[in-house]
Each structure stands twice: as structure tokens, then as C-alpha cells.
């Protein structure tokens, strides 16, 4: 848990956010760049840098299963939405604390950019 990492920060309540669900692995809140009308990050409430160095299960179950909440919770699970893990300098991650992104809203285009 850095001290100095945004997403640790933000799960200790230091910063604020717009919070939209949590449960005892993960916390979710609205993206402040929103790039679709639902934007909600869900992070793991332990520091986990990226997919790439996760190893429990069970939290990233619990990590996938509150976006699906979180979609349901914000009506977009009947259209339909998408989940991303930006993994890496090449996966486009920003923020170096594992975070899925959920999008929906608006019909999404394939690939990504
Ligand atoms: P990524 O590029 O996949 O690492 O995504 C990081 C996301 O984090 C990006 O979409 C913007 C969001 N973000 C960055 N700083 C903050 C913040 O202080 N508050 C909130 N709510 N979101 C943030």
C-alpha cells in the first residue's frame, strides 16, 4: 500500500471521488476523464500494480463481479457495456494500481485505438 500511490489514496479516502460501490476487496468510482456516459473504475482495495502481477483469484473475481453490479446498478447491463484492463506501458495504464475500467452507455467500435 505506497504511500504515494493514487488509487491506495483514493481507496484510504484521502482523495475524494465519486463513489459508486464497494465491497471488501474492491471499491468502485466514477472515472474524472469519463470517455462513455457510465464510466466507473473498480480497483482492488490492496495495491496490485498491474494484471500482470496479480495472483489471487478471488480478488480479481470480486474486482470483475462489482463492475457487473456496477453495470446493473446503472442500467446498462441490458444494452450491453465493455470491461477494460489497460495493462502496461503499450496497454495504455496510467495509473500503476490494477483498475478495470467499465464503459457503457453508447455502442462501443472494435478494435480499440
Ligand atoms: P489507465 O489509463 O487505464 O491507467 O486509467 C486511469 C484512469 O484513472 C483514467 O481514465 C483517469 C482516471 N483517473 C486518474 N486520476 C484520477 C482521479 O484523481 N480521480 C478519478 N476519479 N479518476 C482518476
Redo the contacts with the bound molecule.
Keep these: 500500500m505506497p504511500d504515494d500511490c493514487?488509487f491506495c489514496r483514493?481507496v484510504r479516502g484521502e482523495?475524494p471521488?465519486l463513489l459508486v460501490a464497494q465491497n471488501d476487496h474492491a471499491v468502485a468510482?466514477?472515472?474524472?476523464?469519463p470517455q462513455a456516459p457510465v464510466h466507473v473504475?473498480v480497483v482492488p482495495r490492496r495495491h496490485v500494480k498491474s494484471l500482470a502481477e496479480a495472483a489471487d483469484a478471488s480478488e480479481l473475481g470480486a474486482i470483475a463481479l462489482l463492475a457487473a453490479q456496477v453495470a446493473r446498478q446503472e442500467g446498462i447491463e441490458q444494452g450491453g457495456y465493455r470491461v477494460v484492463m489497460?495493462t502496461g506501458a503499450d496497454g495504455?495504464?496510467?495509473?500503476a494500481h490494477l483498475?478495470m475500467?467499465l464503459l457503457g452507455g453508447r455502442p462501443m467500435s472494435w478494435p480499440p485505438g
Design positions: 493514487l483514493i482523495i471521488v468510482f466514477r472515472d474524472i476523464n473504475l489497460n495504455g495504464q496510467s495509473v483498475h475500467h
